[in-house]
């Protein structure tokens, strides 16, 4: 079964600064990759994705996401976080069957102004 | 904004008490989820709908009772819950693709409702 591991549960970042957010994979294939996040209250909002094709993909707010399958990774990356970045972090993977979307532990960025 | 909506946005309910969640979205996602989540938690998978069949079904006690009316709207309805059945409740819908019904996994979440059982 496919796994997701975020192994930073929480981060701290001056505002301006540069941010990566890491995120591990199990899964036999190449998945369906994602990034989610959501803001305290509120329900979940997409991020980016990763089907194929080009490892660097950009998504809104900023954000970019790099699909390494050697290190079996999918890590986030902003350079100048915002205040408003402040919020939890999800990774999840899809494996293209059952559709189920399995989501990582979380990591909870927090925005030091 | 949110295309998927869901009412209400909180709710206080006691242990005897039976109510309904409810989510609705028009972008034409024939694939409909409800999703569990606890504080500093990441959401929990409780079903699935494909083409307003239930699909998954998450081993989710039967004190939950999913249903999905037609393709736009998706229901929880709630009985005899415990006080550890709080939580944010979220829906989730996705397009299908496929002769397998095959979801991507890009879903589209709504805000969610926030059940507390006295």
């Known amino acids: 079964a496919q796994s997701v591991t975020q192994p930073d549960i929480h981060i701290t970042v001056s505002e301006g600064a540069s941010l990566e957010l890491r995120c591990n994979y199990s899964?036999?294939?190449?998945?369906?990759l994602f990034w989610y996040v959501q803001s305290p209250g509120q329900g979940l909002q997409l991020l980016l994705k990763?089907?194929?094709?080009?490892?660097l993909v950009q998504g809104i707010k900023g954000f970019e996401a790099e699909f390494k399958r050697s290190q079996s990774s999918f890590n986030l990356r902003k350079p100048s976080v915002h205040w408003s970045d402040a919020a939890e972090y999800f990774c999840?993977?899809?494996?293209?069957?059952?559709?189920?979307?399995?989501f990582g532990t979380g990591t909870q960025l927090k925005v030091e102004l | 904004d949110t295309e998927v909506t869901q009412t209400p946005k909180h709710l206080v309910m006691g242990m005897t008490n039976k109510k309904s969640l409810k989510c609705e979205q028009h972008?034409?996602?024939?694939?409909m989820y409800w999703y569990k989540q606890k504080a500093k938690k990441p959401p929990e998978l409780m079903f699935v709908?494909?083409?307003?069949?239930?699909?998954i079904n998450e081993s989710v006690p039967s004190r939950f009772s999913p249903e999905c009316p037609n393709s736009s709207l998706l229901n929880l309805h709630l009985h005899a819950l415990q006080p550890e059945d709080s939580a944010l409740y979220l829906c989730?819908?996705?397009?299908?693709?496929?002769?397998?019904?095959?979801?991507?996994?890009?879903?589209?979440f709504g805000e969610g409702s926030r059940l507390t059982v006295l």
């Open positions: 989730a819908s996705s397009r299908l693709a496929g002769s397998t019904a095959q979801s991507t996994g890009e879903l589209f």
């Open positions: 999840a993977v899809h494996t293209g069957g059952g559709n189920k979307l399995t």
């Open positions: 972008m034409g996602h024939r694939a």
């Open positions: 709908y494909s083409y307003e069949k239930l699909s």
């Open positions: 990763y089907f194929s094709g080009d490892t």
């Open positions: 899964y036999g294939a190449t998945p369906y």
